[in-house]
């Protein structure tokens, strides 16, 4: 097993995993798997059954699979329910001049200091803690701050990249602004990242444009896509 990372659709392997351990690669996120029965593998090659009748007593098989972790589901993203498009349509995530209070925002999942170390880790391996809609009242309210502040900036131009999907959260309302801001989440939206327009001299976010893939809303039961795009684990190869 060889480990290393899927960018521009083909597989690299972590120059510094020679050890058996994680190395210093952008992101390590995909592994590559050979299976092999040919002379030097313990098994030997394999031995057929009709193929000696022409002399051919062994054969030296091989195959080799590539499976990439996809970007995170779940990122500290929160986009106003009314502006979320149906399954397949295009919308603006986010537009720096549109946000106010605003139309997404940063999440804090564990109600911690929303410290900018914390947004830029869930941002590149996401979010592994609980994060549940509360069944009675069909939202959880969470902690949060408008836009897409500059920590943000690193995880996009090196981990997010343009036609990745990443899970972000809905919500139906937020209260107060910038750093003590409220939001109401009420569900969860799959989306491509089809355009992400940056400011090359200050390496800002100007916007995001995406695709809706999927939505759930748990209070209602509303979902519209495929749950399937909620998954990590693709195959690639």
């Known amino acids: 097993m060889i480990r290393?990372?899927?960018?521009?659709?083909?597989?690299?392997?972590?120059?510094?995993?020679?050890?058996?351990?994680?190395?210093?690669?952008?992101?390590?996120?995909?592994?590559?798997?050979?299976?092999?029965?040919?002379?030097?593998?313990?098994?030997?090659?394999?031995?057929?059954?009709?193929?000696s009748i022409f002399g051919l007593d062994y054969v030296e098989q091989r195959a080799v699979a590539t499976a990439h972790y996809r970007h995170p589901g779940l990122v500290p993203l929160t986009?106003?329910?009314?502006?979320?498009?149906?399954?397949?349509?295009q919308f603006v995530l986010y537009n720096e001049t549109e946000t106010v209070p605003g139309n997404c925002g940063l999440l804090d999942f564990n109600g911690g200091q929303n410290s900018s170390t914390e947004t830029v880790d869930w941002l590149?391996?996401?979010?592994?803690?609980?994060?549940?809609?509360?069944?009675?009242?069909?939202?959880?309210?969470?902690?949060?701050?408008?836009?897409?502040?500059?920590?943000?900036?690193?995880?996009?131009?090196?981990?997010?990249?343009?036609?990745?999907?990443?899970?972000?959260?809905?919500?139906?309302?937020?209260?107060?602004?910038?750093?003590?801001?409220?939001?109401?989440?009420?569900?969860?939206?799959a989306v491509r990242l089809d355009a992400i327009t940056m400011d090359k001299k200050v390496e800002e976010i100007v916007s995001v444009t995406a695709t809706t893939k999927s939505k759930y809303i748990p209070d209602t039961g509303e979902t519209d896509g495929m749950m399937r795009e909620f998954m990590r684990l693709e195959l690639v190869r």
């Open 124 to 189: 590149q391996n996401g979010y592994d803690g609980s994060f549940d809609i509360d069944q009675e009242t069909g939202y959880i309210t969470s902690e949060g701050s408008p836009g897409l502040k500059s920590v943000a900036k690193k995880p996009i131009n090196y981990h997010i990249k343009e036609q990745d999907t990443v899970t972000a959260c809905i919500y139906s309302s937020v209260t107060d602004q910038g750093a003590t801001a409220y939001y109401t989440v009420v569900g969860f939206v």
């Open 4 to 51: 290393g990372y899927w960018i521009d659709g083909s597989f690299s392997q972590d120059p510094e995993d020679d050890n058996g351990t994680e190395g210093k690669a952008i992101v390590v996120d995909s592994v590559k798997i050979c299976a092999c029965r040919d002379t030097a593998s313990p098994g030997g090659p394999t031995e057929t059954f009709f193929g």
């Open 79 to 89: 986009v106003l329910e009314d502006d979320v498009a149906p399954t397949g349509q």
